[in-house]
């Protein structure tokens, strides 16, 4: 068995190691920061490189614009004054020089010249048709990019059938105004079209210019193709910083289920839950609490175990007078014998009653503690409250209880009852060890940050070796003149139990001014 659980030690420390090497430089970041980046990256990068596209095209698109405009210009001033023949010339030679088809239309419309006409097609319009399924992907991925980037639609390119200035809205406005106009089509295969149409001369001449600019979309293509390959490898990256992320997120859970699982069993000894100390994210933060927690869970079992030997062993003691005094009354005829044994037992009967009470109420104190409602209390004015209360029921035996207060309102966030509790079980033990109406020096200060409370008496003090002992459970050091049993040990224990469920410190000392007796120092924050 031995061997068993120090091979899963073994095994665990070792996980442990290798968990905190992976995680050292990734647990400097928040577990929710680098899931964001994992996840978000790709799509980052698929979005901005779509709108990145869209604006190249957009680009392009307007460079041509201006490009179609100033040939179109250009030309009909060189078409405006020249001959027929130089005007078909010139037609012919532009268009096989830019990739255009040019037509020229006569003041009442009608086609006068057309460079396709008059030679060779400068360029063909692609024959959906026979496309392969290469073609017909690119255009899908086309008309999803556009809707995905809401681009403006933009008519089909259709070639009128009848060949007149009227059947192109371009050469209707130019004619209307006298200026050039631009227009974007698209063909069937998803490339632009351009047209251009530009008046020539004063006569009411006009030239529209066609041009299929398939480069553009081949630019566009290529560029998105690029960025498809980018965004797979960056999907590629992505899905192993993602294994990468889960183990670096389930091994450490992993480890930290095994040790709960371990505790669980109730073999917490035997755990040594890993703190993950070289991680800051959620994961380092989760390993560091469950130690603290099984680490707390650990001495809340020994004060449990610690606490009923003790209870054992102090009712037992009573328990045994009690029993030996209730079996001896049959037995004894002596009336004044029987009289004291029966005084033993009642005596035993109270320190029983009083040890059950401080220990129910000891027991009670951190789960009230938890449940209880903080409200602000003034120290002094408890305090002040307190030792007239006392002095009304003649508890302080004659003793003169000086109050001080120095600084600023003694103000602390607390329960009042469990407070009066505090103040009321030190001045009981300052009365037992104070001699007869010797005085009690109670103070109050607040620094600014924390609030003390010192209540000092003028009896023997508490020897150096004791200081930190008299705040353990029943233990119970009384004046000899003290009746036995009238206190059960558990007072400045529960004191102690309710300063701390504060977050303040009780602790016991000599005198600040040097003379004989002890003084108990409680500090609690000070309220905002």
């Known amino acids: 068995m031995v061997e068993q659980v120090a091979g899963a030690a073994g095994e665990d420390a070792a996980n442990v190691g290798r968990a905190d090497e992976r995680g050292a430089i990734a647990g400097r970041f928040s577990l929710t920061a680098r899931i964001l980046v994992v996840n978000i990256l790709p799509l980052a990068l698929l979005s901005g490189g779509l709108f990145y596209l869209d604006t190249y095209r957009t680009q392009l698109l307007g460079e041509r614009f201006k490009l179609a405009r100033i040939e179109a210009q250009i030309t009909a001033e060189a078409l405006a004054g020249a001959t027929r023949e130089r005007q078909e010339a010139l037609l012919v030679q532009i268009g096989r020089e ?91 295969d998803g490339t632009p079209v351009i047209t251009a149409a530009a008046p020539v001369g004063l006569n009411g001449a006009t030239l529209l210019t066609v041009r299929n600019a398939v480069d553009i979309t081949e630019s566009v293509r290529s560029a998105r193709t690029a960025l498809v390959l980018s965004v797979l490898v960056v999907l590629f990256l992505s899905a192993l910083l993602s294994l990468y992320l889960a183990r670096t997120i389930v091994i450490p859970l992993q480890l930290l289920a095994r040790a709960a699982q371990k505790v ?78 029966e005084q033993i037992a009642t005596h035993d009967v109270r320190r029983i009653d009083r040890l059950v009470s401080e220990i129910s109420d000891a027991s009670r104190i951190d789960s009230e503690m938890s449940r209880a409602t903080l409200e602000r209390i003034d120290m002094a004015d408890l305090v002040r409250a307190i030792i007239g209360s006392r002095e009304n029921r003649a508890e302080n035996h004659d003793h003169r209880i000086e109050l001080e207060t120095r600084g600023f309102a003694a103000h602390v966030q607390g329960v009042g009852a469990r407070l009066e509790r505090v103040v009321e079980n030190l001045l009981d033990n300052a009365v037992s060890f104070s001699p007869p109406e010797a005085p009690i020096e109670v103070t109050v200060e607040n620094d600014g940050e924390c609030v003390i409370l010192m209540v000092c008496d003028s009896g023997p003090g508490i020897p150096q070796v004791s200081r930190e002992k008299v705040f353990q459970r029943f233990h119970s050091l009384r004046p000899d003149a003290e009746d036995f049993g009238n206190h059960s040990g558990l007072g400045l224990a529960i004191a102690r139990s309710i300063v701390e469920a504060h977050d303040g410190s009780l602790c016991a000392d000599a005198r600040p001014d040097g003379l004989p007796g002890a003084c108990l120092r409680i500090l609690l924050p000070a309220a905002a």
């Open 98 to 188: 830019q990739g255009m088809r040019m037509r020229m239309f006569d003041a009442e419309g009608l086609l006068w010249a057309d460079s396709f006409a008059l030679a060779e097609p400068a360029f063909e319009f692609d024959d959906i048709s026979d496309d392969g399924w290469e073609e017909r992907w690119a255009r899908t991925l086309d008309h999803a990019v556009d809707a995905i980037v809401s681009a403006e639609a933009v008519p089909d390119y259709i070639e009128p059938e009848a060949q007149t200035a009227d059947a192109f809205p371009e050469l209707v406005a130019a004619r209307e105004q006298g200026l050039s106009q631009i227009r974007l089509y698209d063909w069937l």
């Open 264 to 341: 669980r069993q109730g073999r917490e000894r035997d755990v040594e839950v890993p703190r993950l100390p070289e991680r800051s994210d959620e994961i380092g933060q989760l390993a560091r609490s469950v130690s603290d927690m099984t680490s707390a869970l650990r001495q809340r079992i020994d004060a449990v175990d610690s606490f009923a030997a003790d209870v054992a062993h102090e009712i037992k003691n009573p328990l045994a007078s009690l029993r030996s005094a209730v079996e001896s009354l049959p037995k004894v005829q002596d009336p004044d014998l029987r009289r004291e044994l």
